[in-house]
């Protein structure tokens, strides 16, 4: 066949891929003789553009894990990303359905290399675009933001959800995307003057940030991985970085000299919940088995934490995680898995395309259990006895969510969930199945994965999570 030209416009639009690659295929088009042209850009040089296909049945049907690669992939920015799909989804068309179960072939490897790019890209906007308020209007903001790859419409989404009560506009060089309170819209690129500078809530964010920074838990190796260089021109909080990090060492050492104190009353948060009924001791219902744990003094660890912190998430949710114990942040906040340890626990999950917003989150223990150390409340492993007597909580969460799969982050729970003699080091990972027939497994605890001291061990920890959890997909 004479060699033929496909547009895709957007070039990372799956649908704009989709059409362009139905048109090669009812060519019949073999992947040496397509050319592929990307959003408006035209030259003279150009092969004549296909015809538009004239069914949908020329693509045939797709495996949906390939249009889910094909999807991500195509964010990436390497011009060789559309006819390496084409060449894949050719192959997959004469004869090589399982073409992704085998991950040593070159353009499996490659696509998946591509989409693991654009999902740490769209992990990194997500964690480090930084919102400015605009001058003179009140609500709106505009944050400044260079991805790697064209991840804009991809992740905007998060931001409308998560910031779904305020105006924004998120600016990149090549897309800007627009909230306007309802609507998500978006637009061209844009240059780096077009966003505000610094807003006085900057400072405010610095003292936060200088507050919860935690000498002990100073890792710059960890730190420029997770946070390069390259974004810290974006984020307030870099100018602050040197000299917390120059000052680490020192401030540790203080704290070690310091004698331990007993830990500090805080106020007791009220509960947002209605009270509960007189005379009703019989809990029905998640938010009563909540608002009775809020009163639980079964334990000590109640009264120098902030709050209980009870499981979130559907109570029909399919799984449930559990882990150990609420930290610093959670144990401020009142929700699980919100610190450090849960936003690697996200990162993971939105790797394996889970959502978090499907899951029920609790722990096994509800109260933080902490040492106060000057300012810093270090973490402490709650012994047999909390686990115990927070049991029925977590049992009471299990007997109304009734999950279909239960997993343990880490030995406490599984030990609270399957029983004292569970041994992680050898279960890790095998299913069990408890007496009234849900399924469970236990693997390690994301805290455990962020204490590995060393990069290669941190990645070598958390692959072993994300594998383990593999098993939900
Ligand atoms: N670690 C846990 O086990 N649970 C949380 O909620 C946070 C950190």
Redesign the pocket.
């Known amino acids: 066949m004479q060699r033929g030209s496909v547009r895709v416009d957007p070039p990372w639009s799956l649908q704009a891929w989709r059409d362009a690659a139905r048109r090669g295929l009812q060519a019949n088009a073999a992947p040496a003789e397509l050319d592929w042209l990307h959003g408006t850009d035209a030259s003279l040089l150009d092969a004549p553009a296909l015809p538009e296909a004239t069914d949908d049945g020329a693509a045939g049907s797709v495996p949906r894990a390939f249009l889910e690669l094909a999807e991500t992939c195509l964010c990436h920015r390497d011009p060789q990303r559309m006819p390496l799909l084409y060449r894949m989804l050719w192959r997959i068309r004469h004869g090589e359905r399982a073409l992704l179960s085998n991950p040593a072939d070159a353009d499996v490897l490659r696509a998946m290399a591509m989409a693991q790019a654009v999902r740490r890209d769209s992990h990194k906007m997500k964690a480090f675009v930084r919102f400015r308020e605009i001058p003179g209007q009140a609500d709106a903001f505009i944050a400044w933001f260079e991805p790697d790859h064209f991840i804009v419409d991809r992740v905007a989404p998060f931001f409308a959800r998560r910031f779904a009560g305020m105006r924004w506009a998120i600016l990149t060089p090549y897309r800007s995307a627009h909230w306007d309170g309802r609507t998500l819209s978006f637009g061209p690129g844009a240059s780096r003057q077009d966003a505000p500078d610094d807003d006085a809530r900057e400072d405010l964010w610095r003292t936060y940030y200088a507050s919860i920074f935690n000498p002990a838990r100073l890792n710059t190796r960890m730190m420029q991985q997770e946070m390069p260089a390259r974004y810290w021109r974006h984020l307030p909080e870099a100018s602050l970085l040197p000299s917390l990090v120059r000052d680490a060492a020192g401030r540790v050492q203080e704290m070690h000299d310091r004698p331990a104190q007993p830990p500090s009353r805080r106020i007791p948060v009220r509960s947002q919940l209605p009270p509960a009924p007189a005379g009703d001791d019989h809990a029905d219902s998640l938010a009563q088995l909540q608002r009775q744990a809020e009163g639980c003094r079964q334990c000590p660890l109640w009264e120098p934490a902030t709050r209980t912190?009870f499981g979130e998430g559907p109570a029909d949710a399919r799984v449930m995680l559990?882990?150990?114990?609420?930290?610093d942040?959670?144990d401020l906040s009142g929700?699980?898995?919100?610190?450090?340890?849960?936003q690697l626990l996200d990162r993971a999950l939105q790797e394996l395309g889970i959502e978090r917003g499907q899951l029920y989150?609790?722990?096994?223990v509800k109260h933080f259990r902490y040492e106060r150390r000057g300012k810093v409340r270090l973490h402490q492993r709650p012994d047999s006895t909390h686990v115990q007597a927070c049991r029925p909580w977590l049992m009471g969460e299990i007997a109304r969510v009734r999950p279909e799969r239960i997993v343990c982050?880490?030995a406490?729970?599984a030990s609270s969930v399957f029983g004292r003699g569970f041994n992680l080091a050898r279960d890790r990972g095998r299913w069990h199945t408890l007496d009234d027939g849900t399924r469970g497994f236990a693997t390690v605890?994301?805290?455990w994965v962020l204490r590995q001291s060393d990069a290669g061990k941190r990645e070598a920890a958390y692959q072993l999570l994300v594998e383990d959890l593999r098993q939900l997909v």
């Open positions: 912190v559990v882990g150990e114990q609420p930290g942040k959670e929700r699980p898995f919100i610190g450090p340890a849960g989150m609790t722990n096994a982050l880490g406490t729970a605890h994301p805290s």
